[in-house]
């Protein structure tokens, strides 16, 4: 697999031999023949979607997270507009979340009617900042959208104590940070809600698909109404009650997630300790790595908590390096390293520019951010071999340029 160094190490991109043959890329899934087995056993059911795989699914879920409440989704993003419309989002309000996003997590405030209105992120975790998430805060306020950023946990006590103050729901968008702990408690039993992605790069994966875990039994409630056009029975409870009727009590939509893809994720779902710890391994190997290269930060880990690394941020020192970060992004990359940048912040999309009017310099320090950040690519199943592919490129690239 990989390529013998050259004598020189000339960079790829600049004629050198690659540091692999093929692309790694930044995220992956990993399937194994018994993921196969337990979706074809499903094929062969007798229910294919609103059967019994969906709620063992949702309780083992539920129980992995130490939620009361599971509810699968079609997807993350449905995952996040059910959460919305259970918190009461409605025009009128406002949500507040980081800028230093995937868009989605904004966009179900809008899908609402609501305004996203975007708080700037701490310099370390770079999660939202709870000072300037406080001085955001109005009378049309009313939920805050916390992310969980690249899996290390959001600083939730100063968050909940100002849910509290101002009585908000708190959304927290942990697609990112499936398994984290925060001061010891499990990221999922937290938050009013917690929103998850099974999206195959993410730590377990249903191909598309997503969940809400909640305490609140009437947001459970509502968020199974919402997910199942609004209709307040299952077709499996009506079958086995030998009933036809139902009553549409709410405007919902389809976003139920299918047998086929609950039996999935079941079966990932058992791995999961499994693949938190290799990430755990592989961020560790990494971090050593970077402490010792010059112009490169390894992502900040902060005492109370244990994250699940989702991604792995390194922020480029850029004035002691004389590239800039597309350079630097270009030539890991023909390394056949396939790096990625989080995010693009999500004000500056032209939807976002367009409707809301902002603008560069509205969120300084998450435009700082993004402008030094590359992801590292991090899958729990990739090899040891892998990891030092990427060190071998990072060390490659960073050294030509360091100054
Ligand atoms: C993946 C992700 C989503 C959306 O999840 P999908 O399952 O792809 O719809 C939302 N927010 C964040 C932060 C994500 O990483």
Redesign the pocket.
């Known amino acids: 697999m990989t390529a013998t160094a050259p004598p020189k190490e000339a960079l790829a991109l600049h004629g050198g031999t690659p540091v692999r043959a093929e692309l790694l890329p930044y995220g992956r899934q990993s399937i194994d023949e018994d993921d196969i087995l337990a979706v074809v056993e499903t094929l062969r059911s007798d229910w294919l979607t609103t059967g019994p795989k969906v709620n063992e699914f949702e309780e083992a879920f539920a129980a992995r997270v130490g939620a009361r409440f599971a509810v699968a989704f079609s997807?993350?993003?449905a995952a996040?507009h059910g959460a919305a419309f259970a918190a009461g989002v409605e025009p009128g309000d406002d949500a507040i979340t980081s800028p230093l996003?995937?868009a989605?997590?904004a966009n179900c405030i809008l899908y609402q009617g609501g305004r996203p209105v975007f708080a700037d992120v701490r310099e370390d975790t770079l999660n939202i900042d709870p000072e300037r998430v406080a001085k955001c805060i109005t009378p049309r306020t009313k939920a805050l959208l916390p992310?969980d950023y690249a899996g290390h946990p959001a600083d939730l006590d100063e968050l909940h104590q100002i849910a509290d103050d101002h009585g908000l729901t708190i959304i927290e968008?942990a697609?990112?940070a499936l398994g984290a702990e925060h001061r010891g408690r499990r990221v999922g039993s937290i938050s009013h809600m917690t929103v998850f992605?099974?999206?195959p790069v993410?730590h377990l994966t249903t191909g598309?698909g997503?969940m809400v875990t909640t305490d609140n039994l009437r947001f459970a409630e509502t968020l199974r109404k919402f997910r199942n056009h609004g209709i307040n029975s299952g077709a499996r409870e009506r079958q086995a009650q030998g009933q036809w009727q139902y009553e549409m009590v709410l405007l919902g939509f389809n976003y139920r997630l299918t047998d086929i893809a609950c039996a999935l994720g079941l079966r990932q779902l058992s791995k999961l300790e499994k693949n938190l710890a290799r990430r755990r391994e592989i961020a560790g190997k990494y971090t050593e790595a970077m402490r010792a290269l010059p112009g490169v930060l390894p992502p900040v880990v902060r005492n109370e908590v244990r994250p699940a690394w989702h991604l792995y941020p390194l922020r480029l020192e850029l004035a002691s390096l004389s590239a800039t970060r597309a350079e630097i992004f270009q030539a890991i990359r023909a390394e056949n390293i396939g790096v990625n940048v989080h995010y693009i912040p999500v004000h500056l999309h032209p939807y976002y520019r367009e409707r809301f009017g902002y603008k560069h310099g509205d969120y300084p320090v998450a435009e700082a951010a993004y402008e030094s950040l590359i992801s590292l690519p991090m899958f729990h199943g990739m090899s040891d071999g892998d990891a030092d592919d990427v060190l071998r490129a990072v060390g490659k690239v960073i050294t030509e340029y360091a100054t």
Do not use: M, N, P, R
Request: with cysteine; aromatic share 12%.
């Open positions: 997807s993350g993003t996040l996003t995937f989605a997590t992310v968008d697609c990112h992605s099974f999206h993410k598309e997503g």
